[in-house]
Each structure stands twice: as C-alpha cells, then as structure tokens.
C-alpha cells in the first residue's frame, strides 16, 4: 500500500469523512454543489449517520471531476488512536475491492492524517505468499491512498514513525504466518541477515558457537531436530556510542511439537506461531531503524525447532545451562522457557542492559487467564511495568501485569537438579516467568511479556488487524523505547 499526503486532490475516487453531525465539510460541499446535491441525497438514502463503520458510495455523472465519491463514517468529535486507526481500516475495506486503484481522502483534521493512515496499512496487510490460484477479483484493486492535507511535508515527516512502526507490524506478521517448512532456524537467520539493508548490525551464531558459549538448554530443545538452531543478534546503534543498550529478547521456537512430551494432535500447525517473541523483537528492530532511532538497542533471537526424535531430550534429562545452573527436564513442551533462559543469560554477559524486555507465546495458561486482549507482564522494577503498561495503551498493544513472588518460585524446586522446567498445575504462567527470573542478575531491570494468547487469533478481530498472524509487539516496544530512552 502507497500512501501519500497531498495538498491537492486529482484521484478518480473522492472519499470523503463525514461527522456524526452529517454536515459536509468543505471538499464534500464542494462537490455536492457541483453535482446538484447528490452527496446530500446520498446522505438521506443511504441511511448515513456519519458512524464510524458506515459508508455510502455514489456514482458520478460523466460531467464531474471525479468518478467516484464515497462518504466515510468519521464518527464523533473527539476521536482517540483506536477510532482513527479503525476509521483508515473501514476506509481500506470499504475500497479495497472497489476496482480502483487510487483515491484521495478529503475532509480530515490534520492532525489526524497519520494514525488514519497508519490504520489503512494495517488493514492493508495480506498473507498469499502460498496461495498460487487467486482470480484477480479475489486481490484488492486499491494500491494507493492519499490523505489530503493543507501541509503535505509536514504530514509526511509526522507519518515516518508509525509507518516504520507498520513496517515492524508487517515483518512480524509475515514471520508468524509463514509455513515452518518454509521458515525453519537457518532460513529465519537469513532473513534476519537481510536486515541489515535498513542499517541493522546482524549477527548469527551456530550450534558450534552455541556449545561453546554453554548454551545446552537452547541447544538441548533443538536437539531433537535436523534443524540447527541458531542465535540471532540484531543491534541498532542510534545513540550515544558509550551508551548500554536495552535488550530485547524473544521466543523463536519455529515449530513446537511438544517434543517426546508430544502435544495432541487437533490444532498443533498453531506452533508454526511459536516463534512470534522472536519476529516481534525483529518487527521492533526493524521499526527503530526505520524511523532511526536515536538509541542503542539490541535484540537477541533464540531460533530452534523442538522436535520429537531419537536423539531428542527426554523428561528426566538434566541440563546444564550458560549460567551454569542445572535443570530437569519435567516436560519438553515446557521448552520455551529452556531457549529463553541461555538468550538471558548472553544478554546479561555480553552487555550491560539498562533493560531487558523478553517477548515469549510462552504458557497456554495466559490464554487461560487474559484471552486474546492483553499480554501477561510479569517485571521485577514498577517503573519498567508501569511504562511497558502505558505505551501498550498508547499503541492498542496492552500488557496486564500479573505477580511474581517466592511462594511461586518454590514450585520450581527439583529433587535432582537445582530446578525443574514445570510448576504443576497452579499459575501456569507465573512459574514460568519464575523460572526467567531464575536467570535475571540481582539489579537488573527486567520484563517478561507472555504473548501466546495475542500473537494470533483465530476468529473475529479488529480491521486493522486482518490476517492469523496479529504481528503483536513492534508497536509496543517501539513506543516503549521512544517514551522511554529517546528525549
Ligand atoms: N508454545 C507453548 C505455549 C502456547 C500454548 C503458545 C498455546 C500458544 C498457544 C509452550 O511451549 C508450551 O507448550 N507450554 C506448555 C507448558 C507446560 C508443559 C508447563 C503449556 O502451556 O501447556
Ligand atoms: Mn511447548
Ligand atoms: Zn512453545
């Protein structure tokens, strides 16, 4: 989708915001006049209130400027984040498979051009990479929308950073969605290579490097696979040179099976998702550099595949991980958790983070507890909680904060080894954030976001949000970062 800000109106297709008081506004009356009041006929007949959701098409006659006018439900005055981005998303909807290609969007506030904008590029995301048959009707037609605004630059420049922001969205929904043939360890690392184009530093290690580094709980969950897993770091460098980074962290299990304790088979092609921790710290990346942030940050990626195999990890095992602890292996589909805490550990060894914020579809518990609204927060500092909360809220990305305590992390105690991988039964997701916090050093400011509930959806969902793949997370620790360290 080309989207584009004006200060002239040329398109075909003339669409125009209509308030809930129904008045047109200057460009539609424009029109109407010019028409002999059709708009305003249209009004009458089409039942239009000016709602956000509704819109009314009208054809023109020959002798107009323009083909096409359609009025767009602009909904009430005081119009927040949510209701402008859904307000671009009706408007993509409602033209999507119009058969233009082009339109002009008149009658908006200024200041509201670029959320609506940022809400038509997210309802314009698709996914056909692996659909080779569809008709042409079965493709949007609309490739190009322009906002039409007295300072065109000046809503240029203002659109740079949610447009990075969707940038962000887009690669991380393209992660999840993809096919785990397709998208296995080796092949997310050259993708995640290929970012380096936007001016990231990317490094990969390998399973050699990883051996040596001690990382034998990541490399325990892949072993089970002809996959080799692999560590991707992605550092942006934007600040201060002598300034620590944040870290962000993320889950990038390609496909959970389970492992030997194999997940039921109803619904498993779900785990080609697993990896979505991963691809939002990479739709993150990819947003800082877009928008060039002027802060340090450094994202760090476990990828492996948790299979279940003849040279698999069994319940029982014991492993050593970096930080030296050792831990029992209750259940191998308790992995993410194996692959997170070696990633935590290199992150604290390697840097010296002001924060580390991990992203992880980490428990079916928290999609017990939350659904599919808010990711679960676990964090051990009020400010970092507090700060992850509200541009959760800013971005329509939200986090609720759930507790950690000692009561919980007792439950991870093991007869064998100096913990185990499960807690039992009881708060699922708590003991699996306990056990991150295993691996967090005294003083460091740290975030557990669990995101198995909301990196995608089956069923209904917003405009704005329009494939299985929900791409949450970039938008959310874009904000965070730019609130937070960039002033
Ligand atoms: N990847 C799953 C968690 C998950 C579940 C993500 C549903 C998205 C939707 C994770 O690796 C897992 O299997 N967790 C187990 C942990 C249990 C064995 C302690 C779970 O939640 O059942
Ligand atoms: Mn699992
Ligand atoms: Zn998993």
């Known amino acids: 989708m080309k989207i584009g800000f004006s200060e002239k109106s040329s398109s075909d297709v003339q669409v125009f915001l209509v308030a809930e008081n129904g008045t047109l506004k200057a460009a539609a009356q424009a029109l109407d ?50 209701t402008l981005e859904r307000i671009g998303g009706e408007l993509y909807k409602a033209l999507a498979n119009s058969g233009f290609s082009a339109l002009d969007l008149n009658d908006l506030d200024a200041a509201d051009a670029p959320r609506i904008a940022l809400g038509v590029m997210l309802a314009a995301y698709r996914f056909d990479t692996y659909h080779t048959q569809l008709k042409a009707d079965q493709k949007p037609s609309l490739t190009s929308v322009t906002l039409i605004v007295p300072d065109g630059e ?3 420049q203002d659109f740079v950073p949610l447009e990075a ?3 962000g969205t ?63 770091i992605m550092k942006w460098m934007g600040g201060d040179p002598d300034q620590d980074p944040v870290v962000l962290v993320g889950k990038g299990v390609c496909f959970d099976t389970g492992g030997v304790s194999l997940k039921p088979g109803a619904g498993m092609e ?31 990626v476990g990828l492996v595949e948790n299979m279940p195999d003849g040279n698999a990890i069994r319940p029982g ?23 997170l805490c070696d990633v935590l550990w290199y992150a604290q060894e390697h840097f010296k983070p002001r924060a580390i914020v991990d992203l992880a579809t980490l428990t079916g518990a928290i999609v017990i507890g939350l659904g599919h609204h808010h990711a679960g927060l676990f964090c051990n500092d009020d400010g970092l909680a507090n700060a992850l909360t509200a541009a959760g809220l800013d971005e329509g990305e939200r986090v609720w904060r759930l507790p950690l305590g000692p009561e919980y992390d007792r439950l991870l105690k093991s007869k064998f080894a100096d913990m185990r991988n499960i807690g039992g039964r009881a708060a699922g997701s708590i003991t699996a954030a306990q056990f991150l916090q ?42 965070w970062i730019a609130d937070t360290y960039e002033d």
């Open 33 to 82: 006049t010019a028409s002999g009041g059709l708009l305003g006929e249209a009004l009458k007949a089409g039942a239009f209130s000016g709602k956000v959701g509704q819109s009314v098409s009208v054809v023109l006659p020959a002798s107009a400027s323009a083909r096409r006018a359609v009025l767009i439900g602009y909904g009430a005055a005081s119009r927040d984040a949510r």
């Open 154 to 156: 000046q809503a240029r």
């Open 270 to 300: 779900e785990m080609r998702g697993d990896m979505g921790g991963s691809a939002a710290v990479a739709g993150a990346m990819l947003a800082l550099a877009r928008r060039k942030a002027k802060v340090n940050v450094v994202g760090l």
């Open 438 to 479: 295993r691996f967090i050093r005294d003083g460091v400011k740290w975030a557990h976001i669990d995101i198995a509930g909301v990196a995608w959806v089956e069923g209904e969902k917003a405009v704005t949000d329009p494939s299985w793949a929900s791409g949450f997370g970039p938008r959310l620790l874009d904000r």
């Open 317 to 339: 095992d014991v492993l050593t991980s970096a930080s030296g602890q050792t831990i029992e292996v209750q259940n191998t589909d308790a992995e993410g958790r194996l692959v």
């Open 170 to 232: 887009y690669l991380a929904r393209d992660l999840v969605n993809m096919a785990p043939n397709d998208l296995y360890p080796e092949s997310y690392a050259r993708r995640l290579e290929g970012l380096s184009e936007h001016g990231l530093e990317v490094e990969i290690l390998g399973e050699a490097a990883l051996a040596k580094l001690g990382m034998n709980a990541m490399l325990g969950v892949g072993q089970g696979s002809v996959r080799d897993s692999q560590l991707g």
């Open 165 to 167: 922001a969707a940038a």
